[in-house]
């Protein structure tokens, strides 16, 4: 696929198919991921697969009274607080991509990554979407311990996968602020 192509077309997608994620699907996934630069090369990601869904829907439900704890927006307190949200959304594989060095970029590092791996997942009829609702609380010790993660790694990216149930919205784009010095 044109890489334009992907880069217009991919989607948040929320909906997903019961159907599984082929192993090798989630490897050709990673690799795409790994092909993101990085400073200096450095290449600190980690990914984790996650395809237990009693794992996720643990970590669901943890990570939104995590999140309660602290003052939310009204809108994201509306998701937070109803018993039916899941912040996967039961999408069949989670890929939790962590930084497993310290340093002044992990976080860029793994965001490319991250992008890399939702245009690769676009380009193969896969759905994806970057889980921001999971992200602090998987970077407290029990976020960690739910996923067996080093203490010393740093969760940035989790990214649910799997089969959209059908083609979402179009999202518009605000026109970019540019401006030219030169
Ligand atoms: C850092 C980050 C965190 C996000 N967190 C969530 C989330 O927790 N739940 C969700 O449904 N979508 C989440 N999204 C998806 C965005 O809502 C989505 O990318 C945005 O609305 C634009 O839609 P598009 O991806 O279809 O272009 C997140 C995206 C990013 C980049």
Redesign the pocket.
């Known amino acids: 696929m044109n890489v334009n192509v992907a880069i217009t077309g991919?989607?948040?997608v929320?909906e997903y198919a019961a159907q599984a994620v082929e192993e090798k699907s989630l490897r050709a996934l990673i690799d795409a991921a790994v092909h993101a630069p990085s400073a200096a090369n450095e290449q600190p990601w980690t990914f984790t697969v996650v395809r237990d869904q009693g794992v996720l829907d643990r970590i669901s439900r943890k990570a939104k009274s995590h999140m309660l704890a602290t003052p939310q927006p009204e809108h994201f307190r509306a998701h937070l607080i109803d018993p039916d949200f899941h912040?996967f959304?039961h999408a069949p594989a989670l890929i939790l991509i962590s930084a497993s060095a310290q340093g002044p970029w992990i976080v860029e590092d793994c965001a490319l990554a991250a992008e890399n791996l939702m245009l690769a997942a676009y380009a193969v009829g896969l759905g994806s979407?970057?889980?921001?609702?999971?992200?602090s609380f998987l970077n407290t010790p029990d976020g960690k311990n739910e996923l067996d993660l080093p203490a010393a790694w740093v969760p940035v990216?989790p990214i649910i996968v799997g089969y959209p149930k059908a083609a979402?919205y179009p999202?518009s784009r605000n026109e970019p602020e540019i401006r030219w010095v030169g």
């Open positions: 991919r989607r948040a929320r912040i959304y979407c970057w889980i921001g609702f999971a992200q990216a979402p999202v």
